[in-house]
């Protein structure tokens, strides 16, 4: 599975974008997906993700503000980020995991999301 992720930006607080993540192969409805972010000199963070099934998980500092959602027809996942605040920026990341598994197996190159104050 290749991830290409693209809508990064420079954007004020308080507005949004959007996040997508394009992934390759026929399979990507079997994919549980997953968004991660680092910001400079800080460890890479979980942000959301969204299982096989649909059902979502979110790191508490985004919840309410972030919303993750995949279409398996054009085999892309989206985070779409409202509400932007300078902690928000960072290089985010898309990952891939088949179905259930624990760890996440393929990533992406990532999108810079800078958020001016």
């Known amino acids: 599975v290749q991830l290409v992720e693209s809508g990064g930006g420079l954007v004020q607080t308080g507005n949004s974008l959007r996040l997508s993540c394009a992934a390759s192969?026929?399979?990507?409805?079997?994919?549980?997906m997953g968004w991660f972010r680092q910001a400079p000199g800080r460890e890479r963070e979980f942000v959301a993700a969204?299982?096989?099934?649909?059902?979502?998980d979110y790191a508490d500092s985004v919840k309410g503000r972030f919303t993750i959602s995949r279409d398996n027809a054009k085999n892309t996942v989206y985070l779409q980020m409202n509400s932007l605040k300078p902690e928000d920026t960072a290089v985010y990341y898309c990952?891939?995991?088949?179905?259930?598994?624990?760890?996440?197996?393929?990533w992406g190159q990532g999108t810079q999301v800078t958020v001016s104050s």
């Open positions: 990952a891939a995991r088949r179905g259930y598994a624990l760890n996440y197996d393929y």
């Open positions: 192969g026929r399979t990507f409805s079997s994919y549980s």
């Open positions: 969204i299982w096989v099934g649909g059902t979502t």
